[in-house]
T-cell receptor
Framework: NAGVTQTPKFRILKIGQSMTLQCAQD?????MYWYRQDPGMGLKLIYY???????DKGEVPNGYNVSRSTTEDFPLRLELAAPSQTSVYFC???????????FGPGTRLTVT | AQRVTQPEKLLSVFKGAPVELKCNYS??????LFWYVQYSRQRLQLLLR??SRESIKGFTADLNKGETSFHLKKPFAQEEDSAMYYC?????????????????FGQGTILTVHP
């Protein structure tokens, strides 16, 4: 199993551009999560999903959108990128809510 | 609102010395607490969870509800323990008591174990 995969690994965006961060898992997990990690800070939850077709906001959802059309994929969309969105983005999944979360390797995004 | 505080950003010890990484939390319900670790060039991964009451790689953590703490301890640190450690709390239940597993992370503690 590949586990949780994320693409791209690195990306530089100009202010106002848009992009989609891809996340996929092959463990048949129901729950998936997107976090961002700013320097010196812990991870903050952006959005999460408890199954295909079901998504909900986390702590810092502004400026992002998600969709969950399949169990495997959970892309994160950035519209109109801003410098404040410069961060490392982690995707995670778990079989069930309180269970262990498995993390992807992260995407480092810079908005200039 | 739930909050997790790790007061030490950096912690340095020598090999063989005891180590304690502090974690305090704020949560009105019954918390589920975890320690996650990220070794150099590796993914963030679960180290242990309070509900399991287990020792992983010599580390233990006891939930102290009176002091709202979940400190991570190891009696004899090893160089391979050097990593970033995050304390995390899972709370927030939906209708029917379902836990969605949304984690609130502390700021993290970088542990360096010197030879």
């Amino acid at each position: 199993n590949a586990g949780v995969t994320q693409t791209p690994k690195f990306r530089i965006l100009k202010i106002g551009q848009s992009m989609t961060l891809q996340c996929a898992q092959d463990m048949n997990h129901n729950y998936m999560y997107w976090y961002r990690q700013d320097p010196g800070m812990g991870l903050k939850l952006i959005y999460y999903s408890v199954g295909a077709g079901i998504t909900d906001k986390g702590e810092v959802p502004n400026g992002y959108n998600v969709s969950r059309s399949t169990t495997e994929d959970f892309p994160l969309r950035l519209e109109l990128a801003a410098p404040s969105q410069t961060s490392v983005y982690f995707c995670a999944s778990s079989y069930f809510g309180p269970h262990e979360q498995y993390f992807g390797p992260g995407t480092r995004l810079t908005v200039t | 609102a739930q909050r997790v505080t790790q007061p030490e950003k950096l912690l340095s010890v020598f090999k063989g010395a005891p180590v304690e990484l502090k974690c305090n939390y704020s949560y009105s319900g019954s918390p589920e607490l975890f320690w996650y670790v990220q070794y150099s060039r590796q993914r963030l991964q679960l180290l242990l969870r309070h509900i399991s009451r287990e020792s992983i790689k010599g580390f233990t953590a006891d939930l102290n509800k009176g002091e709202t703490s979940f400190h991570l301890k190891k009696p004899f640190a090893q160089e391979e323990d050097s990593a970033m450690y995050y304390c995390a709390l899972s709370g927030g239940r939906g209708a029917g008591g379902t836990s969605y597993g949304k984690l609130t992370f502390g700021q993290g503690t970088i542990l360096t174990v010197h030879p």
